[in-house]
């Protein structure tokens, strides 16, 4: 993993945070997603294409989404961001890496205590045209990640971060290495008219084995009722799979909820018919 210094200020890109004299600075998540981008291609032109693909990736912006970035980075960063982030005019943007100083860390699992499991939550792919229903799947995924956060016995990686790895869900290695994470949880909705069909898999990142797998089919009329359920179900499941068995109850009432509402008998749960 990589630790960034520039213009006074530090970012550790696994936990996706800025500081400044060890206080964290705020950033939006496009903003701090296009620093980071910058920051691992210093030293080079980076075009307003590139960029667009990587912290926009499947979605149509405009060069005024792109700018208005750049601009909340350098307002945020002060004066140091004068010399740090230049542009190249009809081309992109470039960061001289004489001012950036990088450090390689070891990934979080080298440090955490043997067992403990860790996992991220990649975006689910949305396999309808032009991107549309995105937010619905990647509401799901956020809920999913904030619920399994909760959980002291599990590491999970932020939402800054995992987000940051969108549809590369066929390199699995190279993302959990990335993370620190062992495990990574992936998927993909499609939609027709009102009906949404989810699937997730769960992946042994290391193996490249198929640890769980589920489909859900939703009629999503009260689209937060479905999001609700669904990431209930994931979450359980996920316990069951990535936790200790010495749960016990906790492991059976968790399997209850998931058959009640994973709809593993296959009838789904359907709203507003």
């Excluded at 920051?39 to 307003?48: A, D, H, I, P, Q």
């Excluded at 700018?67 to 960063?77: A, E, F, G, N, P």
């Excluded at 969108?166 to 990574?184: E, F, Q």
Aim: net charge positive; proline share 5%.
């Amino acid at each position: 993993m990589s630790m960034f210094e520039f213009a006074g200020h530090q970012l550790d890109v696994q936990q996706g945070r800025l500081r400044k004299g060890g206080q964290d600075v705020r950033l939006r998540p496009k903003s701090l997603a296009l620093l980071t981008y910058l920051l691992e291609n210093s030293g080079r032109v980076v075009t307003k294409d590139e960029l667009v693909s990587a912290v926009w990736p499947n979605v149509a912006v405009t060069d005024g989404s792109l700018s208005q970035c750049v601009t909340d980075i350098r307002r945020t960063l002060g004066e140091g961001a004068a010399k740090l982030i230049g542009t190249v005019p009809c081309r992109g943007y470039a960061l001289d890496e004489k001012l950036v100083l990088r450090r390689d860390v070891p990934p979080p699992a080298a440090t955490r205590s043997p067992g403990r499991p860790s996992i991220a939550v990649l975006p689910f792919t949305v396999a309808v045209p032009g991107g549309r229903h995105k937010w619905i799947a990647d509401g799901i995924v956020e809920d999913i990640i904030t619920a399994l956060a909760k959980i002291p016995s599990l590491f999970v990686a932020s939402k800054n971060l995992s987000f940051g790895y969108r549809d590369k869900a066929d390199r699995l290695p190279d993302v959990a290495l990335a993370l620190g994470v062992h495990y990574i949880l992936s998927g993909s909705a499609r939609v027709s008219g009102h009906e949404l069909r989810l699937t997730t898999e769960l992946v042994d990142a290391q193996t490249g084995g198929i640890i769980w797998a589920e489909r859900f089919d939703r009629h999503f009329g009260q689209i937060f009722a479905v999001q609700d359920e669904i990431t209930t179900a994931v979450v359980a499941r996920l316990k069951i799979e990535l936790l200790p068995p010495s749960r016990g109850a906790a492991v059976i009432e968790n399997q209850r909820e998931f058959d009640v509402l994973g709809n593993r008998s296959g009838q789904a749960a359907l709203w507003d018919r």
